[in-house]
């Protein structure tokens, strides 16, 4: 398994931009799908984006398609989460989350950063 950590959360006004980094520790980075899921208070867990392992095939929740990017930089064994235009309803406490290739669980998560767009 890894341990991860994000970094990078705030508090910004509509329409600005943040970029969210989750460093791992532990072996095999580049072996690991990386998530990034948020959670407002009161609703379920969501996906927001996904990178593969190899080649770094990327995925996004509807919501969020054309303003967020996600990436990583396996020789610092970390993955980045680059979002712009951001909306009050992008708040959230955002996590990153790990699973070994195509297995189907994540199994490594992160402590969680918040992120907080005021109108």
């Known amino acids: 398994q890894v341990q991860l950590v994000e970094s990078g959360g705030g508090l910004v006004q509509a329409g600005d931009s943040l970029r969210l980094s989750c460093t791992a520790s532990g072996r095999s980075f580049s072996s690991y799908y990386m998530g990034w899921f948020r959670q407002c208070p009161g609703k379920e867990r969501e996906f927001v984006a996904g990178?593969?392992?190899?080649?770094?095939?990327?995925h996004y929740v509807d919501s969020v398609k054309g303003r967020f990017t996600v990436s990583r930089d396996n020789a610092k064994n970390t993955v980045y989460l680059q979002m712009n235009s951001l909306k009050p309803e992008d708040t959230a406490v955002y996590y990153c989350?790990?699973?070994?290739?195509?297995?189907?669980?994540?199994?490594?998560w992160g402590q969680g950063t918040q992120v907080t767009v005021s109108s």
């Open positions: 989350a790990a699973r070994f290739r195509d297995l189907p669980d994540f199994t490594s």
């Open positions: 990178i593969s392992w190899s080649p770094g095939l990327a």
